[in-house]
């Protein structure tokens, strides 16, 4: 997708108008902000912000049927880098607790102090 002037001239209304609407801040320089101004302006209620949904659809090459199911549960990041998709969760094993309690029980720092 090529960035020019228009193109970042409609992202920039459309950021404007998603922010005042639906308090959406979205940052240009996201990786994915074309998506998630499309993803965002999916909720929206407003008539100009929808049509400049699609202009800017037309203009960075996303279809706009297509945008919803793109995405549905966007990949997880930290400090703007994808993390590794979890592995299969097995449960934790539950915690096994002392059949006899002499004495009193305390909490240190979250942990049980049998004294």
């Known amino acids: 997708m090529e960035l020019n002037k228009a193109v970042l001239d409609c992202m920039q209304a459309l950021r404007r108008r998603l922010r005042d609407e639906l308090c959406v801040d979205i940052r240009l320089s996201q ?3 074309v998506e998630a101004m499309l ?3 999916l909720r929206s209620s407003d008539q100009e912000t929808r049509s400049l949904a ?3 659809a037309e203009m960075s090459d996303f279809p706009t049927s297509a945008v919803p199911a793109a995405h549905p549960h966007p990949a997880r990041q930290y400090r703007g880098h994808a993390l590794p998709e979890a592995q299969s969760a097995a449960p934790l094993p539950a915690a096994v607790e002392p059949e006899e309690h002499r004495g ?3 909490m240190y720092r979250g942990q049980r102090i049998y004294a």
């Open 39 to 41: 993803l965002a302006c």
């Open 54 to 56: 699609i202009r800017l």
């Open 31 to 33: 990786p994915d902000a």
């Open 104 to 106: 009193s029980v305390r």
